[in-house]
């Protein structure tokens, strides 16, 4: 992205230092190794800017995409707080939800860690610029949720920027618990497929003790592009549970950056990428051991069919003084056709003693044997593969409690058309 791509007519206040340096971030290219596999002539077509109020209606085909899970649900469309179609009544004692602009005209010391002073690439760049709009969940000290909190991006393509922005914070106070699901979907106000793509960036702050399962559910039009951050800090004793579905999209990336400052934290991130046509779906991960006694997994599974594309850069960066680190990563893909392809790369640095840090990769096909046995026995050639495609990436769903999260998968994992 070049100076010339970003409007620069109007931000938040927060974001003007951003403005100011933003034409020295230059789009990402494939020399950078975490963008190796992008599609770059597409991303460059992406343009950025202020977001508008209030937010666009919602197409019909848009609205029925939006999952219904029990609990508050805040929606954003466009980088813009929708209240139309958000449901935020009766909030439990200890939970409060509000768009990210009202936070910020409130309290916007608390937001600090959000809007850092430098970015690290061009789209975080436009993020802390654009995105200023958004939700912000906080949880108080001791409360633990009994239902989930529902956040929904949605993009629906401009006419005078092509992309959105949109900025979630999530913190959590000392000995509190909650799940946070993020759904990020998105069409087109017209009826002919157009170009874009929705630029997510959430900040996750956790205290001591507390305990965060957080879902994210990335299923764009595949004329669309995604680009999902993650950031997680986590105080001694917390525990965070990551899962991500990256299923949609032209080009779907999901980058997870968990920092572990605090003895005893645990994190655990699994994820699920399925690939056809000629997506490209891009993990990247980085875990960082910052302190004592840390534990840390990464699960992440990829199926890949027809021309698609997956990648897995998964990292392990173990600082001075972590001792006691146990840290696990596992990539397992699974490829339906031999135009497919997957890039698949472990990364360890180890500068601590007393660690144990181990990963593994692995790549295969659907078991000839499995699918004769199958057929032999009376089942269709589709039913069979679905049926061991389904066997494959449950691994990735155990544990996920949320019924309609499960159907969801189950049935982007079916081939169902966009």
Request: charged residues 20%.
């Amino acid at each position: 992205m070049t100076a010339g791509s970003v409007a620069t007519s109007t931000a938040h206040p927060a974001s003007v230092a951003v403005l100011d340096q933003i034409a020295g971030y230059e789009r990402p290219t494939k020399r950078d190794e975490a963008w190796r596999y992008a599609p770059h002539s597409q991303l460059a077509q992406l343009s950025f800017g202020p977001p508008h109020t209030p937010a666009p209606p919602l197409p019909g085909d848009v609205e029925q995409q939006i999952p219904a899970i029990e609990g508050p649900t805040i929606v954003i469309v466009n980088g813009v707080f929708d209240s139309v179609h958000s449901k935020l009544g009766d909030l439990p004692t200890g939970l409060v939800i509000s768009s990210l602009a009202a936070a910020a005209t409130i309290e916007p010391e608390r937001l600090d860690r959000h809007f850092p002073p430098m970015a690290h690439d061009a789209f975080m760049a436009a993020n802390l610029a654009f995105g200023t709009d958004g939700a912000v969940i906080r949880v108080g000290e001791g409360v633990c949720l009994q239902t989930p909190v529902h956040i929904v991006d949605i993009l629906v393509p401009g006419e005078d920027h092509n992309g959105s922005c949109t900025g979630v914070v999530i913190d959590l106070g000392p000995s509190s618990s909650a799940t946070v699901i993020e759904t990020r979907i998105g069409g087109s106000s017209a009826d002919q497929e157009v170009a874009g793509g929705s630029n997510v960036r959430t900040t996750i702050t956790l205290a001591a003790s507390a305990s965060l399962e957080h879902i994210v559910l990335q299923d764009l039009p595949r004329s669309l592009v995604h680009l999902g951050a993650v950031e997680v800090t986590q105080a001694e004793g917390s525990e965070f549970l990551g899962r991500s579905f990256n299923i949609g999209a032209s080009f779907g990336r999901m980058a997870y950056q968990v920092e572990l400052v605090g003895d005893g934290a645990r994190t655990e991130l699994s994820g699920l990428f399925f690939g056809r046509g000629e997506q490209v779906l891009d993990q990247q991960i980085t875990v960082v051991h910052g302190a004592k006694d840390c534990v840390s997994t990464q699960s992440f599974r990829g199926v890949l069919d027809d021309q698609s594309v997956g990648v897995f850069n998964g990292g392990i960066d173990v600082r001075p003084g972590a001792d006691g680190t146990d840290a696990t990563q596992s990539n397992a893909n699974l490829l339906l056709s031999n135009r497919a392809e997957i890039n698949t790369q472990p990364r360890l640095e180890i500068l601590a003693d007393d660690v144990a840090c181990k990963h593994g990769a692995t790549v295969g096909q659907l078991d000839e044997t499995a699918l004769y046995y199958m057929r032999s026995r009376g089942i269709p050639a589709e039913e069979a593969r679905r049926l061991l495609i389904n066997a494959f990436a449950d691994q990735t769903l155990e544990g996920v409690g949320i019924e309609t999260i499960r159907d969801w998968v189950i049935q982007r994992l079916g081939h169902t058309d966009d």
